[in-house]
């Protein structure tokens, strides 16, 4: 009886359970699809919709109120001509420039200074992170005052002997006041991110370094940033994208009647997002807005790119260079 009851076993068809087989079947999987929903229903309203919006709006004429009128490429034929929208591209990128480069070499700086065996390590590491969770409005009025003529800092310059700045009046002086709140805010955030990618650096690297007789600033450029160049990439990609889109240290610096939506005197600090704030917002001309915002879009991928290409480029050659 075994034997028969062992070949009728062999014999039977071989199930295998599907998700509609399986217990409770499709049913089984609707809590979890529930339990994500909220993620992917904000997504597509508060994410996908206004993208979506804004290139079809981008190529409409709308005031906001009344009805759409289609004028194709018209909007970015007008941008091509447009005088002040190449001067905010062209303070964008000075300011950028201003910025970034500092800020990243300063960064990388700090992470060092704080992977070596200094005291209270963990605290300054909450000190650096602070500027980056504060609100940039409120920084960007305690700023204002002391980049004002009579200061705080200008108070300082004269206390040594030397001349007052005109911080919020000249063109390089609002360029300059601009940068530095952007290092501010930014040198302890991406300095946090070189000391995670320091502390991933094997510990013999740097005792290698040592015996060899390597001072600080040695061990600095000849170990720790040839191994850790996709971080500073990484970092320099990001503070890129952020440095694009500038606009709350323009706006709020200069807000005194309507000098707040023209960047100060000169225009000296209008941005892209600031004039494209002041097309939409103000002027309602959200077409024009819209159009602005997918150029700036397209600028900032192909500086994405350009940084990814450079990355895979010096790793690929690496990584052929080894083989």
Do not use: C
């Not at 990618?197 to 290698?208: R, V």
């Amino acid at each position: 009886m075994a034997a028969v009851a062992e070949q009728a076993a062999r014999k039977r068809p071989l199930v295998r359970r599907t998700s509609s087989t399986a217990p409770g079947g499709p049913r089984r999987h609707l809590g979890p699809w529930l339990a994500i929903a909220p993620f992917y229903v904000l997504f597509a309203v508060f994410g996908a919709f206004p993208v979506v919006f804004s290139l079809y709006l981008s190529f409409q004429d709308w005031d906001g109120i009344g009805d759409m009128r289609f004028v194709g490429l018209q909007q970015y034929g007008w941008l091509l001509q447009d005088s002040v929208f190449w001067h905010s591209v062209l303070n964008t990128f000075e300011i950028w420039l201003l910025s970034t480069v500092p800020m990243l070499f300063l960064a990388l700086v700090l992470a060092f200074l704080l992977h070596s065996q200094v005291r209270f390590g963990g605290a300054l590491r909450v000190a650096y992170f602070i500027p980056n969770v504060t609100s940039m409005v409120a920084m960007t009025i305690v700023f204002g005052s002391v980049f004002a003529q009579t200061g705080l800092l200008n108070s300082g310059l004269k206390s040594v002997g030397l001349g007052g700045v005109g911080w919020l009046s000249s063109e390089w002086g609002i360029k300059s006041a601009i940068s530095l709140m952007i290092i501010w805010r930014w040198v302890g955030y991406n300095a946090l991110i070189f000391l995670a990618g320091i502390q991933a650096i094997p510990t013999e690297h740097f005792e290698a370094a040592r015996m060899d007789g390597a001072n600080s600033w040695q061990t600095l450029f000849r170990v720790v940033v040839p191994q850790l160049r996709p971080v500073i990439l990484f970092a320099a990609v990001t503070s890129t994208i952020n440095g694009l889109q500038i606009f709350t240290e323009s706006q709020v610096l200069f807000q005194t009647d309507d000098v707040g939506t023209t960047g100060g005197p000169g225009q000296e600090g209008m941005t892209i997002v600031l004039y494209l704030w002041q097309k939409a917002f103000k002027d309602h001309q959200f077409g024009y807005g819209a159009a602005m915002g997918w150029v700036l879009f397209a600028i900032i991928a192909v500086f994405t790119i350009v940084n990814w290409r450079l990355v895979s480029g010096r790793q690929d050659g690496g990584s052929r260079r080894g083989r």
